[in-house]
Nanobody, 120 residues
Framework: QVQLVESGGGLVQPGGSLRLSCAAP????????MGWYRQAPGKQRELVAS???????TYVDSVKGRFTISRDNAKNTVDLQMNSLKSEDTAVYFC??????????????WGQGTQVTVSS
């Protein structure tokens, strides 16, 4: 499977901001959406934000009004601008690309994960 390349994680104080970036190494056939998931220790992975090819966006309730997802369809990249960060946002963040193909069906590509730590 193709691995997506992530950058932008780090340590930030509560109320601060970070911007995560993700890029595919090449074109993804059948791409239908790109987004970000996160997983904290002992918790299930959850969808943070995603955007379909036509621009429709989805956010988990806990980040609405604070996070903004953006895509460049031509470059197959996706960014996540995170503002007003809280300690509850601490997690490993994974970039995701979902595809749908006639023969292979539905599937996902993933990034390696980048750590976001919000602490004073």
């Amino acid at each position: 499977q193709v691995q997506l390349v992530e950058s932008g994680g780090g340590l930030v104080q509560p109320g601060g901001s970070l911007r995560l970036s993700c890029a595919a190494p090449g074109s993804i056939a059948g791409l239908k959406s790109m987004g970000w998931y996160r997983q904290a220790p002992g918790k299930q992975r959850e969808l943070v934000a995603s955007q379909t090819n036509d621009g429709s966006t989805t956010y988990v309730d806990s980040v609405k009004g604070r996070f903004t997802i953006s895509r460049d369809n031509a470059k197959n990249t996706v960014d996540l601008q995170m503002n007003s960060l809280k300690s509850e946002d601490t997690a490993v963040y994974f970039c995701n690309a979902a595809y749908s193909r006639l023969i292979l069906g539905d599937g996902n590509y993933w990034g390696q994960g980048t750590q976001v730590t919000v602490s004073s």
